[in-house]
Every structure is written in structure tokens, then in C-alpha cells.
């Protein structure tokens, strides 16, 4: 929560929670648990999820990782994966990352992923950079590609 405005509270993560249940139901996609495959630990979260942003929907992948298993590339592996997902399954054309501008861990992810800064915003009530990547620009390996390299 590093990067939120607060820590959420109880309520906060309950409003949270349905919004997320709501997407799920509404558009099939959402968070996915980011889980070790040598131990079946739950360490973050990374998926797809849309967004408004400046009056257009979008795409965005978002992702949280717990802060004793950040800087190991699991956000990255599981952003590529997302993004691969979105690019050849959904058929996406574009997606995005909202990244407040002070958050450079995750600025690092969007650019490893081939993402870039397109323009600068306020979303919901604080700046933030919109970083995208459109299909036709897309060089990232393929999942089963992702799945033979190690990490």
C-alpha cells in the first residue's frame, strides 16, 4: 500500500473486494493470486482489469507484490504474462499501467514489459503516468515461452 493514498481499513477493502467481484462478473477478468509454484505461497496479486481514464475505458494490468518478495521478478514475469494474455487471447489492441510518477519498482516492470510513458494525468485525484503498449508494438515472449526461462 505503499503508493495508496492510506492503508486501506476494514471498509476500504470491502469496497475493494465487491468492485473487484463486480468486474469479475461483469468483464471476466480481474487480479489472479501470484502464487510459488515451489510452495503454493500466495505472494501478490497481477491481472487485468478496466479502468476509466479520462473518459475512455482501458486496459490495464495491474499487480502487488508482497514487499519480502518484491525485486525478484515475479511483477514482471506475471505483467508479461497478463499482457500476452490480453494481446492473444482477448484480443486487445492496447493496454495500459496507471503508475504514480514517485513509484519507480513499478515503473521498471511497465518499461521491462515494453511499456511507456504516453501522457501524464489525474486519476482519481492524484497524478499519475499512463504507461501503454499497443499490440502492433508488442515484443515481449509469449507465456509458454516465459515458462522455459527461469526467473
Given at each position: 500500500m505503499?503508493?495508496?493514498?492510506?492503508?486501506?481499513d476494514?471498509?476500504m477493502?470491502?469496497?475493494w473486494?465487491d468492485r473487484?467481484?463486480?468486474n469479475?462478473?461483469?468483464?471476466?477478468?480481474?487480479?489472479?493470486?501470484?502464487?510459488?509454484?515451489?510452495?503454493?505461497?500466495v505472494?501478490?496479486?497481477?491481472?487485468?482489469?478496466?479502468?476509466?481514464?479520462?473518459?475512455?475505458?482501458?486496459?490495464?494490468i495491474?499487480?502487488?507484490?508482497?514487499r519480502?518478495?518484491?525485486?525478484?521478478g515475479?511483477?514482471?514475469?506475471?505483467?508479461?504474462?497478463?499482457?500476452?494474455y490480453?494481446f492473444?487471447v482477448?484480443g486487445?489492441?492496447?493496454?495500459?499501467?496507471?503508475?504514480?510518477p514517485?513509484?519507480?519498482?513499478?515503473?521498471?516492470?511497465?518499461?521491462?514489459?515494453?511499456?511507456k510513458?504516453?501522457?501524464?494525468?489525474?486519476?482519481?485525484?492524484?497524478?499519475?503516468?499512463?504507461?501503454?503498449?499497443?499490440?502492433?508494438?508488442n515484443?515481449?515472449?509469449?507465456?509458454?515461452?516465459?515458462?522455459?526461462r527461469?526467473v
Amino acid at each position: 500500500m505503499r503508493y495508496y493514498p492510506k492503508p486501506f481499513d476494514r471498509e476500504m477493502v470491502e469496497k475493494w473486494i465487491d468492485r473487484h467481484r463486480r468486474n469479475y462478473a461483469q468483464h471476466g477478468l480481474g487480479l489472479w493470486a501470484m502464487v510459488l509454484k515451489t510452495t503454493g505461497e500466495v505472494i501478490g496479486d497481477c491481472g487485468l482489469i478496466w479502468q476509466e481514464v479520462e473518459g475512455y475505458q482501458e486496459l490495464e494490468i495491474g499487480y502487488h507484490v508482497r514487499r519480502d518478495q518484491q525485486m525478484q521478478g515475479y511483477a514482471t514475469e506475471a505483467a508479461s504474462a497478463c499482457q500476452d494474455y490480453a494481446f492473444n487471447v482477448l484480443g486487445s489492441t492496447r493496454v495500459i499501467s496507471l503508475i504514480r510518477p514517485e513509484n519507480i519498482p513499478s515503473r521498471r516492470v511497465a518499461e521491462k514489459n515494453g511499456l511507456k510513458v504516453v501522457q501524464e494525468t489525474l486519476w482519481r485525484e492524484i497524478p499519475h503516468y499512463i504507461y501503454a503498449v499497443q499490440r502492433s508494438e508488442n515484443k515481449l515472449l509469449t507465456t509458454s515461452n516465459l515458462r522455459s526461462r527461469e526467473v
